[in-house]
């Protein structure tokens, strides 16, 4: 089992800028990869970035391309979401979520998310 909780959500002005913090507990935080998904209201739950185990490799949704940034610190078991330039539309819960480092498309282990709500 690995237990994720996000931090960092809140309230900002367009054009502003928030830091996400997800931390891990429980397996290796190490073998897992870490990505970042968001849900506005109304709509599907769709994927933002995401980070290999091993921290070599990131890819980005193409609506936070150039304005966000993933990280990763595995000796603090942390996976971070840097947003900058933030516009209205990012308004969303985001969640962080693990995916072993052999099945990188299934995402088994999901945070409880943070709200993030970007003013205009």
């Known amino acids: 089992q690995v237990q994720l909780v996000e931090s960092g959500g809140g309230l900002v002005q367009a054009g502003g800028s928030l830091r996400l913090a997800c931390a891990a507990s429980g397996r290796t935080f190490s073998n897992y990869h870490m990505g970042w998904f968001r849900q506005a209201p109304g709509k599907e739950r769709e994927f933002v970035a995401r980070i290999r185990y091993s921290g070599g490799t990131t890819n980005y949704a193409d609506s936070v391309k150039g304005r966000f940034t993933i990280s990763r610190d595995n000796a603090k078991n942390t996976v971070y979401l840097q947003m900058n330039s933030l516009k209205p539309e990012d308004t969303a819960v985001y969640y962080c979520?693990?995916?072993?480092?052999?099945?990188?498309?299934?995402?088994?282990?999901w945070g409880q998310g943070t709200q993030v709500t970007v003013s205009s």
């Open positions: 979520a693990a995916a072993w480092r052999t099945t990188p498309s299934n995402y088994d282990y």
